[in-house]
C-alpha cells in the first residue's frame, strides 16, 4: 500500500514539474564591483525559463533603494555572443510604483521576442538612472532562449 502511494504521489510530483513553466533566478553581476551603487539588486528571476520565442516572458529584478526614487529611467542592452543587438529605454514609473519608497522593491518587464530571434545565451545589461541621469545601479546576467517556438508562431 505504501509503495502504491508513493507511486501516485511521485507521479503527481514529476506532472506537475514537467508541466508547469520553469522560473529561474539567475545570477546578477554589477557592471562595476567597486562602485558604491545607491540601489542594490538582490535577484533576478525570469520566466518561463529557458525564454520561449513568440511568448510572454518575464523578467522580475528584486532590488533595495537606500533613499526615496521620484523617477528616472531603465536603460536596457542586449548582447548575443559579445555582439550588441538590441537598446531600449523605459522610465522607470512604468515598471515599478513612484515614486519608489527606501526599501525593497521589484521592477518587473515583459516581452514577446520574436519568432525569429536565434535560440542560444544572452547577456543583458541594465541601467538604471534617477531624474537627474545619476546612476543608481548597472547590473548583468545571462539569459537563455530555447530552441522550440510557440504554435502560434510556428504555424502563421
Do not use: W
Request: hydrophobic residues 40%; glycine residues 8%.
Amino acid at each position: 500500500m505504501a509503495m502504491m502511494q508513493f507511486k501516485i504521489i511521485f507521479s503527481l510530483l514529476l506532472s506537475l514539474f514537467v508541466l508547469s513553466p520553469f522560473v529561474r533566478a539567475t545570477d546578477v553581476h554589477y557592471c562595476d564591483n567597486k562602485a558604491d551603487y545607491d540601489v542594490r539588486v538582490s535577484g533576478v528571476e525570469i520566466s518561463p525559463y529557458p525564454v520561449v520565442k513568440g511568448k510572454p516572458a518575464t523578467f522580475s529584478i528584486s532590488a533595495s533603494a537606500g533613499e526615496a526614487i521620484s523617477g528616472g529611467k531603465l536603460v536596457i542592452d542586449v548582447s548575443y555572443f559579445g555582439f550588441h543587438i538590441h537598446s531600449e529605454s523605459h522610465d522607470l514609473c512604468e515598471k515599478t510604483s513612484c515614486p519608489v519608497s527606501a526599501g525593497d522593491f521589484v521592477i518587473s518587464h515583459s516581452q514577446v521576442l520574436p519568432g525569429f530571434t536565434p535560440p542560444g545565451t544572452y547577456t543583458l545589461t541594465m541601467k538604471m538612472e534617477d531624474g537627474n541621469k545619476h546612476q543608481l545601479t548597472c547590473i548583468t546576467f545571462d539569459f537563455s532562449i530555447g530552441f522550440a517556438m510557440s504554435e502560434a508562431v510556428a504555424y502563421s
